[in-house]
């Protein structure tokens, strides 16, 4: 059974930083790419990063050169370090694995930008 729970999440005044953790079980870890996706309120959920098994690291423009992907295989893990935080960047933040043509999703973890 594939499991994904997300941590790291909470209130974070603008230009704060968050680091958010993604725990994988029920899948060889190494061989899928991760995603972390975000929905903010009266918005659809839109990709934010993705690492694939390679290493290879892509960014909604969005965040680009302020939010950081990275894995550790060897745990499980799949993290999203964010930097120079926006209240634009106030969502649910969610943890994606696509296994064949099943998507699995985390419950997901509240970020909040406000001073």
């Known amino acids: 059974q594939v499991q994904l729970v997300e941590s790291g999440g909470g209130l974070v005044q603008p230009g704060g930083s968050l680091r958010l953790s993604c725990a994988a079980s029920?899948?060889?870890?190494?061989?899928?790419?991760m995603r972390w996706y975000r929905q903010a309120p009266g918005k659809q959920r839109e990709l934010v990063a993705v690492?694939?098994?390679?290493?290879?690291?892509n960014y909604a423009d969005s965040v680009l050169g302020r939010f950081t992907i990275s894995r550790d295989n060897a745990k499980n893990m799949v993290y999203l370090q964010m930097n120079s935080l926006k209240p634009e960047d106030t969502a649910v933040y969610y943890c994606?694995?696509?296994?064949?043509?099943?998507?699995?999703w985390g419950q997901g973890t509240q970020v909040t930008v406000s001073s």
């Open positions: 994606n694995s696509v296994l064949g043509s099943i998507n699995y």
């Open positions: 690492i694939t098994s390679g290493g290879t690291t």
């Open positions: 029920g899948i060889i870890f190494s061989f899928y790419a």
